[in-house]
Structure formats: C-alpha cells, structure tokens
C-alpha cells in the first residue's frame, strides 16, 4: 500500500510487532478509532492480521530506511511489542534517534527494560494481552492511564475536561449526565484527595474515575 493512502495523522500509533502483546495492543486502538500502522518482521504475523487490520507492513523495525518510508517523521508515537530482544533494542533505538516522542516498549526482563530506558523508551511494560490493553488506552491520548477488570468494569486516571471546569462534583452531575465516578483528583503541585460532593474541579486536575468500560472511555474522550 502506498504511503499516501494509509493518512498518517499526529494521532497514528505504530504498533510494532503482531504477538500476543502487539495483537492485544492493536485490538484495543481499533475498538477505540484510533489510527494505527502495525510492522513486523514475521511473515506469519503478517499474512495472519493482514485482513484484520487495514495497515500491516512486513520489514525490519530496526531499518532506519524503511522506517522513513513509511512516514515515521509523522508519527509521534509507538508500541514497540517485539519478544526478540535484540530487535527490539535496535528498534526502539533507531525510533528514539529519529525523533518517535512516546515509545512504548515491551520487555521480557528488569534488565532488558533497563537497557530500553537507556536508548530512548519512555515507558516500559512487562506483561501481555492486559497490559497491551492498557497501554492502548494509555498511548490513544484520552487518558494517562488505565486498568480494566473481568467484569467490564474499569478505572482511568484522565484530565478533567472543560466542561467540569469551575464546578463542584454535586454541580457537575457526572454520576448522572456520564455514569461514571469521580474517586478522587490530583492537582498540580498537591496531594491526591478523595473526592466529596463539594469539591470544586479545576483545570488542570486529574481525576480517578471509575465505571463500566464504555462509560469510563466516553467520559476520557471529553475535553
């Protein structure tokens, strides 16, 4: 597919690696709208997911080249989900060179983590399928993080939109108007406090929500 027609925006992630970290990861950013490019170097993986998903690339993650080709200078972030750990190294190394400004990056160890902090990672996961969930939530923007349960039931730590702005929790109804509950908020500079109904939201809060999952991701999607 020609590069004009995958419409690389500012929102693009680009998954790398199609595992079970990489597939979880780009499950989530597809049930949520979000752009995405999927790379791996596994042909497998790749004739597998390409029907699944609309951009699946086959080539070497590492190959500062082929990453150009593809647009990487309009990317701002990625999830890179490779198992093999040199490759994975060399990837995030060559993204972190070319100007990638979030990386994401799987590790299978404390020490192979280390070394992805090093070169250029900002955020490193140790986990599978759930932690791909989350940090899908995590890099899709609506949100600074995010933990679901079993029973579709789910916590986010998200910004107060402005909507909220200048009213407290009892004026904002977001119980009623957004099924969601604000458990607490942090203000720059502040300690957490658990919120009561008289608390005022101010910009630049971030607050702890917790309900279903639709509601919870609807409610992180408001600015």
């Known amino acids: 597919m020609g590069r004009s027609e995958r419409h690389i925006s500012d929102d693009t992630v680009l998954v790398v690696g199609l595992g079970l970290f990489g597939t979880a990861t780009a499950h989530a950013l597809h049930d949520m709208d979000v752009p995405f490019i999927a790379v791996t170097d596994d042909h497998l993986q790749a004739t597998r997911h390409a029907d699944e998903f609309a951009h699946v690339i086959e080539m070497d993650p590492s190959d500062r080249e082929a990453l150009e080709q593809i647009g990487i200078e309009q990317i701002r972030k990625a999830v890179v989900a490779l198992s093999k750990v040199e490759l994975?190294?060399?990837?995030?190394?060559?993204?972190?060179?070319?100007?990638?400004?979030?990386?994401?990056?799987?590790?299978?160890?404390?020490?192979?983590?280390?070394?992805?902090?090093?070169?250029?990672?900002?955020?490193?996961?140790?986990?599978?399928?759930?932690?791909?969930?989350?940090?899908?939530?995590?890099?899709?923007?609506y949100m600074i993080d995010y933990f679901e349960f079993e029973d579709g039931f789910a916590m986010a730590r998200t910004k107060a939109p402005r909507m909220i702005w200048d009213k407290t929790l009892r004026e904002a109804l977001v119980r009623t108007q957004n099924k969601v509950t604000v458990v607490g908020a942090k203000r720059p500079g502040q300690d957490f406090i658990y919120a009561v109904p008289e608390m005022v939201i101010e910009a630049g809060d971030v607050l702890i929500v917790s309900g279903r999952v639709e509601h919870v991701d609807a409610f992180c999607r408001l600015r």
């Not at 994975?88 to 990638?100: D, K, N, P």
């Not at 979030?102 to 280390?114: P, Q, V």
């Open 88 to 141: 994975s190294i060399m990837t995030v190394l060559a993204l972190s060179e070319l100007g990638v400004q979030e990386i994401w990056a799987r590790a299978a160890t404390r020490e192979h983590g280390a070394i992805l902090e090093r070169i250029g990672a900002h955020h490193v996961v140790y986990s599978e399928a759930s932690t791909g969930k989350r940090v899908a939530h995590a890099v899709s923007g």
